[in-house]
T-cell receptor, first 114, second 111 residues
Framework: DGGITQSPKYLFRKEGQNVTLSCEQN?????MYWYRQDPGQGLRLIYY???????QKGDIAEGYSVSREKKESFPLTVTSAQKNPTAFYLC?????????????FGPGTRLLVL | DAKTTQPPSMDCAEGRAANLPCNHS???????VYWYRQIHSQGPQYIIH???NNETNEMASLIITEDRKSSTLILPHATLRDTAVYYC????????????FGTGTSLTVIP
């Protein structure tokens, strides 16, 4: 099946710990994105990548880091510098930005701080 | 990207049409209107998008006013599984491809 997978579904982080959220897609999409969603709120963009080995900061990049070494993978690391990491994290992908391409979302990872 | 305004919540009887409005009075000529929905604790799901003309697919219809300042998403026969938050987004192509999701409309389909 084609699609976007995120793992794990739930993730627990201790204070001062870095954690990495996985996002994989087999849709052959060029662009990938990470969003954060807080309860009752819309989505906010953390980072996005239009092509392998390139990525840009979104609106709330502080305390997060990403890499894009392969087209199909876009992992997100939540560092200890992110003081309020508890949220629902969503990964998305699209063909690119040549026109009216839509974004397709994964099932999300819920991060909780212990 | 233009801002959108949606009612925070709506109810609809099962089997009836659900009409979800969206105002986007500052929309530019090259901005598309997109609709997504999000069922609780899942990723958003694409529904439909359009520029000027009305659009229809297997999920819904999108009606855009002639001046493009507002639109309506129509679910023709709402089911309980259509209970979700519906997001209206306007976006121009070639702008970094970011989608700005607001707080949307929480639609509850009532049996």
């Amino acid at each position: 099946d084609g699609g976007i997978t995120q793992s794990p579904k739930y993730l627990f982080r201790k204070e001062g710990q870095n954690v990495t959220l996985s996002c994989e897609q087999n849709l052959n999409h060029d662009a990938m994105y990470w969003y954060r969603q807080d309860p009752g709120q819309g989505l906010r963009l953390i980072y996005y990548s239009q092509i392998v080995n390139d990525f840009q900061k979104g609106d709330i990049a502080e305390g997060y880091s990403v890499s894009r070494e392969k087209k199909e993978s876009f992992p997100l690391t939540v560092t200890s510098a992110q003081k309020n990491p508890t949220a629902f994290y969503l990964c998305a992908s699209s063909i690119g930005d040549r026109g009216q391409e839509t974004q397709y979302f994964g099932p999300g990872t819920r991060l909780l701080v212990l | 990207d233009a801002k959108t305004t949606q009612p925070p919540s709506m109810d609809c009887a099962e089997g009836r049409a659900a009409n979800l409005p969206c105002n986007h009075s500052t929309i530019s000529g090259n901005e598309y209107v997109y609709w997504y929905r999000q069922i609780h604790s899942q990723g958003p799901q694409y529904i439909i998008h359009g520029l000027k003309n009305n659009e229809t697919n297997e999920m819904a219809s999108l009606i855009i006013t002639e001046d493009r300042k507002s639109s309506t998403l129509i679910l023709p026969h709402a089911t309980l599984r259509d209970t979700a938050v519906y997001y209206c987004i306007v976006r121009a192509p070639n702008t970094g491809n970011q989608f700005y999701f607001g707080t949307g409309t929480s639609l509850t389909v009532i049996p």
